[in-house]
């Protein structure tokens, strides 16, 4: 069983510019949430889709949005990137949705590594 | 803000029990207490997870506080492969989002 999918794994932008980060999760999983991971802030929640909706959004500016397509894939999009959103973007996905949330593990991707120069 | 406490790194002897603490005094009656482990340039992997009673599986054993106010991860008997960042995560069902991170513990094991 494939596990989930995240790409790019790395890339470099400049300040300014905007990164789509992509998210493939497992085979019948429809709950897909994203977090950012940082030396100095550690991991923090950044969205939560179900079934296509944004179910949950984590204390992030504007800039950072995302979407769920029908097949359960998920992309997240940074747009006007600063230096401190150089960090490693993580996809978990999960068989659960939100109202049962926290009785099923999550299943993370190994996440994208992005740099802002 | 809810919040869990975790110290910053443990050490252990290969093949002894390790017990690794987590405080989460602010809790809520529908968190779920969860650990994920993470190993460099991987994300995180799932441990256990629990609400009130204790856990076991075949990683390990949760132990939870009656006042559900800490909890302790529990490794039986610590491998080198164990070796990793350990965190104790608050995630909740009810109202709007709840995904409480520690800042983890670094177990390093020693041969």
């Known amino acids: 069983k494939a596990g989930v999918t995240q790409t790019p794994r790395y890339l470099i932008k400049t300040r300014g510019q905007q990164v789509t980060l992509s998210c493939s999760p497992i085979s019948g999983h429809r709950s897909v949430s994203w977090y950012q991971q940082t030396p100095g802030q550690g991991l923090q929640f950044l969205f939560e889709?179900?079934?296509?909706?944004?179910?949950n959004k984590g204390n992030f500016p504007g800039r950072f949005s995302g979407r769920q397509f029908s097949n359960s894939r998920s992309e997240m999009n940074v747009s006007t990137l600063e230096l401190g959103d150089s960090a490693l973007y993580l996809c978990?996905?999960?068989?659960?949705?939100?109202?049962?949330?926290?009785?099923?593990?999550?299943?993370f991707g190994e996440g994208s590594r992005l740099t802002v120069l | 803000d809810a919040k869990t406490t975790q110290p910053n790194s443990m050490e252990s002897n290969e093949e002894e029990p390790v017990h690794l603490p987590c405080n989460h005094s602010?809790?809520?009656?529908?968190?779920?207490i969860h650990w994920y482990r993470q190993l460099p340039s991987q994300g995180p992997e799932y441990v256990i997870h629990?609400?009130?009673s204790n856990v076991n599986n075949r990683m390990a054993s949760l132990a939870i506080a009656e006042d559900r106010k800490s909890s302790t991860l529990i490794l039986h008997r610590a491998t080198l492969r164990d070796a990793a960042v350990y965190y104790c995560?608050?995630?909740?069902?009810?109202?709007?989002?709840?995904?409480?991170f520690g800042t983890g513990t670094r177990l390093k094991v020693l041969a």
């Open positions: 889709y179900f079934s296509e909706t944004q179910r």
């Open positions: 995560i608050l995630i909740g069902s009810a109202g709007t989002y709840k995904y409480i």
């Open positions: 602010t809790i809520s009656g529908t968190d779920y």
């Open positions: 629990g609400l009130t």
């Open positions: 978990a996905s999960s068989l659960v949705g939100p109202s049962d949330r926290g009785t099923g593990e999550l299943f």
